[in-house]
T-cell receptor
Framework: SAVISQKPSRDICQRGTSLTIQCQVD?????MFWYRQQPGQSLTLIAT?????????ESGFVIDKFPISRPNLTFSTLTVSNMSPEDSSIYLC????????????FGPGTRLTVL | AQKITQTQPGMFVQEKEAVTLDCTYD???????LFWYKQPSSGEMIFLIY??????QNATEGRYSLNFQKARKSANLVISASQLGDSAMYFC???????????????FGKGTTLSVSS
C-alpha cells in the first residue's frame, strides 16, 4: 500500500488567515483526493487532484476557498483560505493503492482548529 | 437518499466477543466496491477490508470479515474476538464508477463508534 505523509499534523489558526497542507506519497500516483471531516461527522470529498490538470471540485467546495496544487505525481497541497471557525476539521489526503477495487489509502490527517 | 447507511451510532462489546457493524448501501450500478475503514481517536483512516460487487465469496482479512448480501444491499463488518484496541470509529464506504465527476473517490457512511471493554 502507498505510504502517505501529511504536514502539518495539526495547527491552530486565527480566522481570516490561510493554511497550506502538504501531502506526500512514496510512489507515483495518478489521482490524489482531499477529504474534509468536520467534528463528529463523516468524510466528505473536497476535490480530486490529477497531475497536470486543474483539480475537480465537488459541490459545495470552490477553488477560491480550497486551492489545490499538484505539481508532480507524488505531491499535492490543499490550502484552506480566509479561514473561519467552521473550517475546523480534519483534512485528509488519499490515493488509490494496489489493493482490490482501487482501495484508497489515507494520510494521517491534518487536524485544524480555527479560533 | 443516503448512499451509505450505518444505523448504529454506537456499539458496545466485551473483549473476545464477536460484533457485527451494519452497513446498507444504495446504488443502481452493477459494478461497485465496498470498503470498511477504522478511525481511532488519532484521526487516521485505516483500511480494513474490501468487497467487490462481483465477488461471490465474502471477504476476510484476519479477524475481519464482510458479510455481503447483494440482494439486500448490505455489507456488514464482523469482527471476531474483539480486542481493546478495536475501540474506534468504523466507516463503511462505497466506490461507484460515476459517483463523482472525476470518478473513483469514496462515499462514506456516518460511522459507528465501537467500544470494547474488558
Amino acid at each position: 500500500s502507498a505510504v502517505i505523509s501529511q504536514k502539518p499534523s495539526r495547527d491552530i489558526c486565527q480566522r481570516g488567515t490561510s493554511l497550506t497542507i502538504q501531502c506526500q506519497v512514496d510512489s507515483q500516483v495518478t489521482m490524489m483526493f482531499w477529504y474534509r471531516q468536520q467534528p463528529g461527522q463523516s468524510l466528505t470529498l473536497i476535490a480530486t487532484a490529477n497531475q497536470g490538470s486543474e483539480a475537480t471540485y465537488e459541490s459545495g467546495f470552490v477553488i477560491d476557498k480550497f486551492p489545490i496544487s499538484r505539481p508532480n505525481l507524488t505531491f499535492s497541497t490543499l490550502t484552506v483560505s480566509n479561514m473561519s471557525p467552521e473550517d475546523s476539521s480534519i483534512y485528509l489526503c488519499s490515493t488509490s493503492g494496489q489493493g482490490g477495487g482501487g482501495t484508497q489509502y489515507f494520510g494521517p490527517g491534518t487536524r485544524l482548529t480555527v479560533l | 437518499a443516503q448512499k451509505i447507511t450505518q444505523t448504529q451510532p454506537g456499539m458496545f462489546v466485551q473483549e473476545k466477543e464477536a460484533v457485527t457493524l451494519d452497513c446498507t448501501y444504495d446504488t443502481s450500478d452493477q459494478s461497485y466496491g465496498l470498503f470498511w475503514y477504522k478511525q481511532p481517536s488519532s484521526g487516521e483512516m485505516i483500511f480494513l477490508i474490501y468487497q467487490g460487487s462481483y465477488d461471490e465469496q465474502n471477504a476476510t482479512e484476519g479477524r475481519y470479515s464482510l458479510n455481503f448480501q447483494k440482494a439486500r444491499k448490505s455489507a456488514n463488518l464482523v469482527i471476531s474476538a474483539s480486542q481493546l484496541g478495536d475501540s474506534a470509529m468504523y466507516f463503511c464506504a462505497m466506490r461507484e464508477p460515476f459517483l463523482y465527476q472525476a470518478g473513483t473517490a469514496l462515499i462514506f457512511g456516518k460511522g459507528t463508534t465501537l467500544s470494547v471493554s474488558s
